[in-house]
Nanobody, 123 residues
Framework: QVQLVESGGGLVQPGGSLRLSCAAS????????MAWYRQAPGKQRELVAR???????NYADSVKGRFTISRDDAKNTVYLQMNSLKPEDTAVYYC?????????????????WGQGTQVTVSS
């Protein structure tokens, strides 16, 4: 069983910064692509940033230049550094990852979600 646990959310003033973390635990063989999504009230969940196993990253246009995604494979952890935060960044942020496990000698790749962490940008 694999679990993703996010941390680092909270209340911040406009222009401020937050760093989100998402740690994967369980019988993990390797981590493939990892990503952050967000969902604001009344809106659909949207991709914020994604990073491949080779470190290639892509971002939503709305966060380019302000957010940075990174990963530490030794810790099975993905990060999202958020700078110059705006009120429209307010949302629940979810971690997502493709995780490879090995069960009875067979490799499986499954997609997992974290439980979400609230980010509120307000003065």
């Amino acid at each position: 069983q694999v679990q993703l646990v996010e941390s680092g959310g909270g209340l911040v003033q406009p222009g401020g910064s937050l760093r989100l973390s998402c740690a994967a635990s369980g019988s993990i063989f390797s981590m493939s692509a990892m990503a952050w999504y967000r969902q604001a009230p009344g809106k659909q969940r949207e991709l914020v940033a994604r990073i491949t196993s080779s470190g290639s990253a892509n971002y939503a246009d709305s966060v380019k230049g302000r957010f940075t995604i990174s990963r530490d494979d030794a810790k099975n952890t993905v990060y999202l550094q958020m700078n110059s935060l705006k009120p429209e960044d307010t949302a629940v942020y979810y971690c997502n990852a493709d995780v490879q496990t090995r069960e009875s000698g067979i490799h499986y790749v499954r997609n997992y979600w974290g439980q979400g962490t609230q980010v509120t940008v307000s003065s």
